[in-house]
């Protein structure tokens, strides 16, 4: 993994890290209903109580991936590029559908990943992904 300086996983917890501290103050007062009232079927009693939910839940999930692809970049391996395909898809498909949002911020470390290694062989080849 020389060619690259184990950035993406780091990147993609900050980007988890930047979007729970948002749904905190977009839906904090939503939370604290759903808290009060309840926390059990919280996320199905309205289309803003599930909205929460979801921007709080994809937040726990962003930071999943990026501490377990901080794992396989300080293991040496490489990110398999279908990652890379996975991730520009999300970032696109969120783009389309929601261009004010923090999609963009995807698109650095899916694009870092389908570009092909420095020494000119392609990063699945090599990782068998």
């Known amino acids: 993994m020389r ?3 184990r950035w993406i996983g780091r990147w993609l917890v900050a980007v988890a890290v930047l979007h729970t501290g948002v749904a905190l103050a977009l839906f904090g007062n939503t939370y604290r209903t759903m808290w009060s009232d309840g926390i059990w ?5 309205g289309a803003g109580h599930s909205a929460a939910a979801w921007f709080l839940l994809f937040g726990i999930l962003a930071l999943a991936a990026g501490l377990a692809v901080s794992a396989v ?5 490489r990110l398999p590029r279908s990652l890379g395909v996975a991730l520009l898809g999300l970032a696109v498909l969120g783009i389309v ?3 004010v ?6 698109l650095p470390p899916a694009l870092a990943l389908l ?7 392609d990063r ?6």
């Open 41 to 45: 079927g919280a996320g199905v009693r």
């Open 124 to 129: 699945a080849a090599r990782s068998g992904g």
């Open 115 to 121: 570009r092909p290694a420095r020494d000119g062989t």
């Open 3 to 5: 060619d690259m300086k």
């Open 101 to 106: 949002s923090g999609f963009w911020l995807v």
């Open 97 to 99: 559908l929601m261009p």
């Open 73 to 77: 970049e300080r293991s040496g391996a």
